[in-house]
């Protein structure tokens, strides 16, 4: 009798007690849909941007809709958005992005704000990503629109400049003759030597600046370039020559972290001219590499201009930030699937420049003629048709 009353007990002791767990269970809260979304939007970063490339695709499309997915897609193909629009860039450390990953809810509804640093540096700015979340149809939610990303909401072109599409015909074009040329170095400094024509620089230490001065020698001739500016020297530069009109065009690119810039000049006749300059950022895979400008330029001469050809695998002639820059935004932008050109009048050429930002630029005995007392923005104190 007394087995029978222990085993009563112990049933009503666990009956009470699967109660009150079942209780437990019932009264636990269920996670909001906002709680919901910013883990989703926490495991998509650690996942997607965890330093690995192993199952990205896939990955993508757990986190992201088709539609979005396919969007970018095709902008990506003809290099309207050269950079991920998740970290609105190309490069980032892992660590750093998802150990600074803040998430806040916007005030409409299923929109958030993701922010965080790329890569830590001391002065670096925090980026930030507007997404709209939406439930797919297992009730997921996915990342279905980017907010502030202009290029693919359709909001903004992406060069101020106008930018033709069109497939250039080689026919009517003259492909100039890369020289080869032997360049020494010392510090910030080169020699170059090429075939009748050399090219050497120095700086010229005035009252309040420092002027670049390039010497440019073609047989017993010499005429010099002034560049005062604000920014880096020139490296040694890339020579093409016009047999046909017994021209040169140098294409210098500028060193150190801002080698993303070049500046075109044209020498005929002891007489040396300003093309103009051009920014186009180098894509991540070949900034660290050795590859260099002179690997893949063509210049080509047309009625009236001459055209640069950068093929479109390593550098980009499209950018936001581009807009940043409007000083360097000089020549028309025509584009092809795989090209890009850049077109420079080469009549009615001016002996110097002077920019927007105080740059002045060009023929070195022009420049001390004047003094600059004319208009503001690009101004163009002489010309003529001097390269005719």
Same mark, same amino acid.
């Given at each position: ?17 699967? $109660? ?16 919901? &979304?910013?883990?989703? @939007? ?23 809709? $088709? ?33 600074? @990953? ?49 290029? @693919? &909401? ?12 069109t497939t250039i015909d080689y026919k009517g074009l003259v492909q100039l003759l890369k020289l080869e040329c032997n360049v020494s170095n010392k510090e910030e400094f ?33 005429? $010099? ?7 880096? @020297? ?11 009109? $017994? ?61 640069v050809a950068m093929t479109k695998k390593y550098i980009s002639a499209e950018h936001s930030e581009y807009n940043d820059y409007p000083d360097y935004l000089e020549g ?50 002489e010309e003529g048709d001097h390269s005719k």
């Amino acid at each position: 009798m007394k087995r029978i009353i222990i085993i009563f007990i112990l049933i009503a002791f666990i009956s009470c007690r699967d $109660k009150k767990n079942a209780n437990n269970v019932a009264t636990e809260p269920t996670p909001t849909d906002t709680e919901v &979304a910013i883990a989703t @939007l926490k495991a998509f970063y650690s996942s997607v941007y965890n330093g690995s490339l192993d199952n990205q695709e896939v990955l993508f499309k757990q986190y992201v809709s $088709k539609q979005l997915l396919e969007k970018i897609d095709e902008l990506s193909a003809d290099m309207t958005l050269d950079y991920d629009p998740f970290i609105k860039g190309q490069d980032f450390f892992a660590d750093v992005l998802n150990s600074t @990953l803040k998430i806040t809810p916007l005030e409409n509804k299923n929109e958030y704000r993701c922010c965080f640093l790329l890569f830590g540096d001391t002065n670096e700015k925090e980026t930030c990503i507007d997404l709209l979340l939406e439930k797919d149809k297992d009730g997921h939610f996915v990342i279905s629109k980017i907010l502030n990303d202009d290029i @693919l &909401a359709g909001k903004r072109d992406v060069m101020p400049s106008d930018i033709q599409e069109t497939t250039i015909d080689y026919k009517g074009l003259v492909q100039l003759l890369k020289l080869e040329c032997n360049v020494s170095n010392k510090e910030e400094f080169y020699k170059l030597n090429c075939q009748n024509i050399r090219v050497a620089n120095e700086t010229e230490e005035g009252k309040n600046s420092v002027s670049e001065i390039i010497t440019v020698t073609v047989g017993k001739n010499s005429r $010099k370039i002034i560049r005062k500016t604000s920014d880096v @020297l020139t490296s040694s530069p890339f020579v093409y020559f016009d047999e046909e009109n $017994k021209t040169y065009i140098l294409l210098f690119p500028l060193v150190g972290e801002y080698n993303f810039v070049w500046e075109l000049y044209c020498y005929k006749d002891n007489k040396i001219f300003s093309l103009g300059q051009r920014i186009t950022y180098w894509k991540a895979e070949y900034e660290e590499s050795k590859t260099t400008y002179g690997d893949f330029v063509k210049i080509y001469r047309s009625e009236g201009k001459y055209i640069v050809a950068m093929t479109k695998k390593y550098i980009s002639a499209e950018h936001s930030e581009y807009n940043d820059y409007p000083d360097y935004l000089e020549g028309t932008l025509v584009k092809d699937k795989n090209m890009y050109y850049f077109e420079f009048p080469s009549t009615e050429l001016p002996y110097y420049k002077k920019y927007r930002n105080g740059d002045k630029k060009g023929d070195y005995e022009e420049f001390l003629k004047n003094d600059f007392t004319t208009p503001e923005d690009i101004v163009i104190t002489e010309e003529g048709d001097h390269s005719k």
